[in-house]
C-alpha cells in the first residue's frame, strides 16, 4: 500500500526526515557525491548512522539501505 507517495511508511518517513533534517542531508549529499551508485552510497550512509548508534528516525522509522536508497533520489 502506498504512502505519501512512497512505497510504505518507513519509506516515507526515510525519506521525510533525511530530506529535512540539515545533519541527515549533508550527509546523504556527501555519499550520493561519493558513491559509484545510489546503492553503495546508502549503505555506506547507514554504516555511518549506526557509528552513531542512529538505527531508526526519531518516529521510529527503521533506517535501512533501500529506504536511504530511495529517500537519495534527487540528491
Request: hydrophobic share 40%; aromatic share 12%.
Amino acid at each position: 500500500m502506498a504512502y505519501n507517495g512512497h512505497k510504505n511508511w518507513n519509506h516515507w518517513n526515510v525519506s521525510l526526515w533525511l530530506n529535512n533534517d540539515e545533519w541527515l542531508y549533508g550527509l546523504a549529499r556527501q555519499f550520493a557525491k561519493r558513491g559509484p551508485t545510489r546503492a553503495v552510497a546508502a549503505k555506506r550512509m547507514l554504516e555511518t548512522l549506526h557509528e552513531f548508534n542512529q538505527t531508526k528516525t526519531p518516529d521510529g522509522a527503521p533506517y535501512s539501505v533501500t529506504t536511504i536508497q530511495a529517500a537519495m533520489r534527487g540528491i
